[in-house]
């Protein structure tokens, strides 16, 4: 390579947050022409990069622990029907500064209806209660909630529970203080892929486990995260396991919010996803090979199934596309798979998340019930920089008026005719 194409490299892993990387590419530059002016400024910002991130790491562990340290711990009481004792919420960070510094850009969510924001937040929680039926929000005694992992609403709590207050029905597990971060999981894969692994990325990306912390991940009938703490050699011994169904009681404990909002994937989770991921499953420098065109098929599942799938899937195989059942598929398989995709189509579901692998910009053809109306994927794609084309059912097509999950049937020549389009309109 050329030290004009070593330093492109270089830029490019720096834009991808992988400073190994671009150290990598600069010093290649540099055993090149070692006098370049460029090569030189090039190592001095990687340099600079290298110590703030270091730097808010250890900010982040002493904000942390210097919480920890001055919070009151809440005694283990009778959580049954109510919990008895106050809940303390301090924001370790306001507004989630601390992670922002890692990646200032791409932590400020510019897209929203009210203002910029940045996210992920660190909040202290002193004598809280996890709740796995409000996907591991921390619970208040006086019914306020984390809702959704975004921040402190007490007034969505209605919204969140049903009513203003609930009762946690099964035993509730007392967890000894020491120093956790709860983070929960997902049985969904979209959420548990979008939601909750770049919460544990960002932990390790700010170096806490290395630091002396736990995390708290959820464990339930899906299982996902121990197959994926092997992918990312986390040791068992710095996890805390919450079994789902119950609430978990920490005396103290730090909660990390989302990175984003629900159904706007961000930007450094994607960046965290596939720098933490993909380097442990592909060769990156080998170019992607298998199939490049991929329909994930729903003839497995038990709801939002398209009638007659069946019968589209000959003339999408004459077009070359693979029919695949992503569930039926580990990680490591779904990343190997989804690699080499350029031209993705499926029902509407969490398969679709799989795009975030691809090696490059994905285009989508996403084909839904009319009730489905959410923009969680054409907001993904928009964010790998792909294309997204959405083909919905009528009203008359779809079972449940008023279901997301509703079984429905569509004019398979639509399908086709569109996938035709598609891919006559570029290289895919």
Known sequence: MTVGELIDKAEAAIRAGDLDTATARANEARQHAPGDPLVSTLRAHIGRMRGARSDVRTIIDDALSTWFEAAEQGAAGDTGAGVKRSVIFADIVDHGTALHYIDPVELVMTDLPDKPSAWPCFYGLAAATMLPGAEWSPLTPDGALLVHGMGINPRLVRKALGGETTEIDETVVYHPDQRVIVIGTNENWYHFVLDYLPRLLAVLECGLLDAGWKVALGRDASNLFPATLKLLGVPEERVVWLDAARGHHFPRAIYISNMGLRGIPHNFALALLRRYFLPKVIDLDAPPAGPKRLFISRTDTTWRRLADEE????????????????????????????????????????????????????????????????????????RLGGQH??????????????????????????VIDLIDTVIAGGDV
Not at 313 to 326: A, T, Y
Not at 343 to 364: D, R, Y
Not at 403 to 411: M, R, Y
């Open 311 to 382: 019968q589209l899937h000959g003339p999408l195989q004459e077009r070359g596309f693979e029919i695949i059942h992503p569930a039926r598929l580990s990680m490591v398989e779904q990343i190997q798979m989804f690699r080499s995709a350029t031209l993705v189509a499926g029902v509407h579901g969490s398969g679709l998340v799989n795009t975030v692998w691809s090696a490059v910009a994905p285009w989508v053809i996403e084909i839904s019930p009319h009730t489905a109306r959410d923009t969680h994927f054409s907001n993904l794609v928009k």
């Open 389 to 414: 084309w959405r083909l919905r059912a009528g009203p008359e097509e779809t079972v449940h008026a008023g279901g997301n999950q509703s079984d429905f049937s569509i004019d398979l020549t639509r």
